[in-house]
């Protein structure tokens, strides 16, 4: 019986949750080599190094390779028939007195050599020594198993010149501190700085920002993980002029199976971002801009992002929106992200970061909670 409308539309409901919705990388059963990560010591970092760092990257490299002289030798094939088509096509011509050979050549071979110098100036670019984007990321007891996930996602980047500032804000756990040294031993483009002691997110994203090199600093949390061409995407974005930029995200389930509620953010509105802390990950910042702004401040830590980017934004106007879903943000029981319970008082905090946001514009106006989560409204003041 053909299904119709209603029938399969019951169908589609009854499905099971995992074959309507996006997977991510890993399944439920991590394959041998995460297996062997998870049981890491201090002793075995370089086996770290060597299965996830060098034996990720060379099947990258030659997965691109492959697919980069597949393509490469096709558009050369297509061009030596085009150039030998035109060839024949003007000897034609040429002996019936009706086309000049020697211009058909003479185009060609200029176009060859605006093709080689094209090809030249995208692989100076690309070999750029100097980073243009520089990821900044506190640890604090990180889950070693999420944190192979992080580490995963920005060495599968689909470009190289990037840096990593990484802050361990004093872990007690060693193996994390071990993973971490081991990094930055094997990956130059990977800079870490172990605290011994825990002075909170926003000390330990400063130290971050201070360590960076990059034109641009963009923020990563421990446990999340970006796009593959995250940071392609936003550097692009910023080349247009603009300061800053921030991308639509969604959430890594429990089970870290699925993607699940996606956030699709409205375009910059400096009125709309007083009300609602939209703005989130991916956000990417000019880095001077980021420094004359005065960083992270700590007596806003659980809403210091926000608290920055209201500051931020009292710097520039030339912020853009990138739509398209580059930052996956995981669902962890006990943050901000996953647990309700764990949004007590971040409405408070966000009221009073609003506040001192309108006093330092000179707007008689102030902050109070509104209807919802982490809403807030605006109030003219009147004397």
């Given at each position: 019986e053909p299904d119709t409308p209603t029938t399969a539309k019951k169908k589609l409901l009854t499905k099971p949750l995992e074959e309507v919705t996006q997977k991510s990388k890993f399944p439920t059963n991590p394959p041998k080599q995460k297996q062997e990560l998870l049981g890491l010591s201090g002793v075995t970092v370089d086996k770290f190094w060597e299965i996830i760092l060098v034996e990720g990257r060379r099947k990258e490299e030659e997965g691109r390779r492959d697919f980069s002289d597949i393509e490469a030798r096709r558009k050369k094939e297509e061009g030596r028939r085009d150039f030998s088509e035109s060839l024949r096509e003007g000897r034609r011509k040429k002996e019936e007195g009706r086309g000049d050979f020697s211009d058909i050549e003479g185009r060609s071979k200029k176009e060859e050599g605006k093709r080689d110098f094209s090809e030249s100036l995208i692989e100076v670019r690309r070999d750029d020594s100097k980073p243009s984007i520089s990821i900044l990321t506190p640890t604090w007891n990180s889950s070693l198993d999420w944190f192979v996930e992080t580490v995963l996602s920005v060495l599968n980047q689909s470009i190289s010149n990037w840096e990593w500032c990484i802050v361990d804000d004093g872990s007690k756990q060693p193996e994390i501190r071990n993973v971490l040294a081991g990094l930055a031993e094997k990956e130059p483009r990977i800079k870490v700085l172990l605290s011994e002691d825990n002075g909170g997110i926003s000390a330990a994203t400063n130290k971050a920002l201070n360590m960076a090199t990059g034109e641009y600093i963009c923020l990563l949390d421990h446990d999340d993980t970006l796009a593959p061409t995250a940071l392609e995407d936003s550097l692009n974005k910023l080349a247009e002029g603009f300061d800053v930029v921030y991308s639509d995200e969604d959430k890594i389930d429990f089970s870290g199976l699925n993607y699940i509620?996606?956030?699709?953010?409205?375009?910059?509105?400096?009125?709309?971002?007083?009300?609602?802390?939209?703005?989130?990950?991916?956000?990417?910042?000019?880095?001077?801009?980021?420094?004359?702004?005065?960083?992270?401040?700590?007596?806003?830590?659980?809403?210091?992002?926000?608290?920055?980017?209201?500051?931020?934004?009292?710097?520039?106007?030339?912020?853009?929106?990138?739509?398209?879903?580059?930052?996956?943000?995981?669902?962890?029981?006990?943050?901000?992200?996953?647990?309700?319970?764990?949004?007590?008082?971040?409405?408070?905090?966000?009221?009073?970061a609003v506040n001192s946001h309108l006093q330092r514009i000179g707007l008689a106006a102030k902050a109070e909670p509104g209807l919802g989560k982490q809403r807030i409204n605006i109030y003219p003041m009147f004397t």
């Open positions: 509620v996606p956030f699709f953010k409205p375009d910059w509105s400096p009125e709309y971002f007083c009300g609602v802390m939209y703005v989130g990950h991916l956000l990417c910042v000019r880095r001077e801009l980021a420094l004359t702004a005065g960083g992270f401040k700590s007596e806003f830590d659980g809403v210091q992002d926000y608290e920055f980017m209201l500051r931020v934004s009292e710097q520039t106007n030339k912020i853009a929106h990138i739509s398209r879903h580059l930052y996956h943000w995981r669902q962890v029981k006990g943050s901000i992200s996953g647990d309700a319970d764990a949004k007590a008082g971040i409405e408070v905090v966000q009221q009073a």
